[in-house]
């Protein structure tokens, strides 16, 4: 149960598959988890880079973080599952940077806005550099990089990094 936001028709997709997004509840009740984007945030992962942001592979890239990741955005969108009429779906992941801004450009800007998102930022699973990893600002949809480790601070004004898992079917 979450909310489709890419099918395979929408221009980029070049999966063939469908993607959803994960229900606006689906970590608790307040709801998107916030976290780092991987607790082991000196090492470049190989999951993207400036330019290897490709369109489709958040389900990758998030196998690539777990296998170095023991805490961090994609170890959240990984353990999350939803049973749907007796059915376990188990297979959520941390969408790419593209992936996340197709979900902003479609749920974001939706008036009213669908999926109840923050105005924030919310992590991808592309990295931009060895201590960056890039996000978009469910605000207003700039993409930016933001330093992996960082965690909200009200004090010198950063903001809170998100999570929202996704999925892709076919």
Known sequence: GGIVFMTPSTPGNTSGLFYEAAPSTWYSPSGDP?????????????????SGTGAM??????TVMLGVCTRGAANFADEYSATVNGV????????????????????????????????????????YDFNNAWTVNFKDGQQFDREKWLLPDTINGVKALRVRAIRAFG
Do not use: H, Q
């Open 88 to 127: 376990v779906y188990g297979d959520w992941f941390l969408p790419s940077k593209n992936e996340l801004n197709v979900m902003y450009s479609v749920l974001g800007t939706a008036s009213p806005g669908i999926g109840s998102y923050a105005r924030s930022f919310y992590w991808s699973s592309s990295e």
């Open 57 to 62: 592979d958040g389900a990758a890239k998030t």
């Open 34 to 50: 916030t976290s780092v984007w991987c607790n082991n945030a000196t090492d470049l992962l190989g999951v993207g880079s400036r």
